[in-house]
């Protein structure tokens, strides 16, 4: 064997080395409004709401807010899901164990991972508590959000139980395996903006 094919062969081995032992995961960064921003409804005599009040300095003791990531693989059958697995997920947040779901939280930064991903194509949903988002969502958000819906095991409870009145977005990510994808997301942006990175 001559010295190129030696070198050849050694290369080839490094690389298939390192795509083994890369890791395929999923992390980024959420940016939350100010934990001081609180909208309030203000309302007229009559009751009617005319409108949002802001203001700062926020309640005393307030919790560190954390956005919650759901990532779910897009081949799922949702029909093999039991009925108690579904609620223990809806209700508590708790995955469904054998099937390609995972759950995290951001940490007080906004970063979050989730770690040795199977390949595959997934949503992201991110759920933002305290946001108050009156973008009107792009379209390709919307299709993602229309998508969803009609793949979830009955989205009205999904919709009242896991997201209830918080901010999310919902975004199509592709894992790889081997390969440390990144998406981040800015609530206090422009969906348009956020969306296109």
Avoid: C
């Avoid at 081995?13 to 890791?23: D, E, F, G, K």
């Avoid at 995961?25 to 409804?41: Q, Y």
């Amino acid at each position: 064997m001559n010295l190129k094919k030696t070198l050849t062969a050694f290369a080839l081995s490094m690389m298939v080395m390192a795509s083994a032992s890369a890791a395929t995961t999923l992390s980024g960064t959420v940016h939350l409004a100010p934990s001081g921003f609180n909208g309030t409804a203000v309302n007229t005599r009559d009751g009617s709401i005319t409108g949002v009040s802001w203001g700062l300095g926020g309640s005393k003791g307030r919790t560190v807010r954390q956005a919650t990531l759901q990532l779910i693989a897009m081949d799922i059958n949702m029909k093999s899901i039991p009925q108690s697995d579904i609620d223990a997920w809806y209700h508590d947040g708790i995955a469904p164990e054998g099937y390609p779901i995972f759950i995290t939280k951001s940490a007080e930064d906004g970063t979050y991972s989730f770690e040795n991903l199977p390949q595959g194509a997934y949503y992201l949903l991110i759920i933002a508590p305290g946001q108050l988002n009156n973008w009107e969502k792009p379209l390709a958000q919307k299709k993602a959000e229309e998508k969803l819906k009609n793949y979830m095991p009955n989205w009205d409870a999904f919709s009242l139980l896991t997201l209830g009145m918080n901010d999310y977005v919902i975004k199509e990510v592709n894992i790889l395996k081997g390969v440390a994808t990144t998406v981040d997301y800015d609530f206090n942006e422009s969906p348009l903006k956020s969306l296109s990175k």
